[in-house]
């Protein structure tokens, strides 16, 4: 191989590297918004958190290369390129989070619940000053574990046009070009092990000892 | 002048009768100590008090007023509550933890800050030691002693103990009474004390209610209480003679 396809090859890596990082976060980034939301509000309504566990469940348990194919002839919300991914990429970092925030808030000690209500705390502070806090570690690992999962299955978004790494991948499986095939696979690996790595820094930054 | 009025007070859960008929008065400055075994209906009295609990029939009065008609925010920011597994917040500071009322309240930071050293050297811990500490790493007895602080630190119209001691050694039980009777002196602020232990009930109280399956048994002063003639009122006072405390 020649040092002007390598170079070729490098920048197209780069290219989409950036992109397949900017579809993990928006989707992930999305998740986190929602999956975060419903959850607080499913430790309050328990039929929104039966819902929602349950949707969200369900959407897990598609194969990733389906729920492409059944969002292609949606209209509106779906189709072929970035949005129909992203979308489907949403549902598949929701039960993580969603479940994750749930048992984090649910597991706040009930003796400090109750001694929080019981000096004068509203919801809202109650939410604020206790449970979020004392459930961000339970939250955030819910949240490394959602993103890293994206970071994969992203590469799977390309079948549908979506970009990122996935696109290399793709063309060296068509092509039988194993260097295609590494420039695709390695810096997806190697992102999803960085944002797992530094995931990990902050959430030891979080431990709170009982 | 009364404080607190529980009249015919009845409060189901899953349709077992927790509170039956139950009634008292709380008079301004007394400590009424609520005494019963396991599941008798103290706690229940508590947290009917804080409106953590709804009662089906009868009334209470707090302050002369019912207590439906209080906020819950507003009534829970006028008591103070001691409980056994004290619920100090974890990622909070000691200092944190004793000016939540005060901040709960709206006070200004100079005076929270001078509460919070006040009351921590009322409970016997000096400020520049404990203040800045976390939660875990107190003993029992100085997190329980951080409870106490708490609970007095919005200058409270009613404190509610709820079995605050129990979990103590021995010593420390008997050294954390000795502070609550000198601040009971010092503060005059009517409290509810719940406990199982008669010992404690006749150190502490100044009128003792025993409670058996949420009515009450029997409620007398501390001293009549030694007169007492129903028979879970007596099997209290026979434990005294078994564990040799003597009030």
Request: aromatic share 8%.
């Amino acid at each position: 191989m020649d040092t002007l396809v390598l170079k070729t090859l490098a920048r197209d890596a780069g290219a989409l590297l950036l992109e397949h990082i900017w579809i993990v976060f928006i989707s992930a980034g999305i998740a986190t918004l929602v999956g975060v939301s419903v959850g607080i509000l499913g430790t309050r309504r328990p039929p929104v958190r039966r819902y929602s566990l349950a949707f969200a469940n369900v959407a897990q348990t598609i194969p990733s290369l389906a729920m492409f194919g059944f969002l292609i002839p949606i209209p509106l919300i779906g189709g072929i390129g970035k949005r129909a991914a992203i979308l489907s990429l949403i549902l598949y970092a929701l039960l993580p989070i969603l479940r994750n925030t749930i048992t984090g808030i649910t597991s706040v000690d009930p003796a400090v619940r109750d001694s929080a209500i019981a000096m004068g705390m509203t919801d809202w502070q109650l939410l604020r000053h206790v449970e979020l806090p004392l459930a961000a570690p339970t939250i955030f690992a819910g949240i490394r574990i959602a993103l890293v999962a994206t970071i994969g299955t992203t590469a799977i978004a390309a079948t549908i046009g979506a970009g990122g790494l996935g696109v290399l991948i793709l063309r060296g499986l068509a092509s039988v070009n194993t260097m295609e095939i590494l420039a695709g696979a390695l810096p997806a690996a190697a992102l999803a092990l960085a944002v797992d790595g530094i995931m990990a820094l902050v959430e030891r930054r979080w431990r709170i000892e009982p | 002048m009364i404080f607190l009025s529980f009249r015919d007070v009845e409060c189901r859960r899953n349709g077992r009768i927790i509170l039956d008929h139950f009634s008292f008065d709380l008079h301004d400055g007394e400590t009424l100590v609520l005494l019963g075994r396991s599941g008798s209906g103290k706690t229940t009295t508590l947290r009917l008090i804080l409106r953590l609990l709804n009662y089906d029939n009868g009334e209470i009065f707090f302050e002369g007023r019912d207590l439906r008609s209080w906020n819950p925010i507003a009534l829970r920011r006028r008591v103070g509550y001691v409980i056994q597994d004290v619920g100090l917040l974890p990622h909070w500071t000691v200092e944190q933890n004793i000016a939540l009322v005060p901040k709960l309240h709206g006070w200004p930071e100079d005076k929270t800050r001078w509460r919070v050293r006040e009351l921590l050297e009322q409970v016997g811990l000096p400020y520049e030691d404990f203040a800045q500490r976390m939660p875990h790493h107190l003993s029992g007895g100085q997190r329980q002693r951080i409870g106490v602080a708490r609970a007095l630190a919005g200058n409270p119209a009613l404190l509610l103990f709820d079995e605050p001691f129990g979990a103590l050694d021995p010593l420390t039980r008997l050294d954390m009474q000795q502070q609550f009777l000198a601040l009971r002196e010092q503060y005059r602020v009517p409290a509810i004390f719940v406990t199982h232990d008669v010992g404690e009930a006749l150190k502490l109280g100044t009128r003792i209610a025993v409670l058996e399956n949420g009515q009450m048994e029997f409620m007398a002063s501390r001293d009549e209480f030694w007169n007492a003639t129903t028979p879970i009122a007596q099997a209290f006072l026979k434990t005294l003679a078994v564990t040799g405390d003597v009030a």
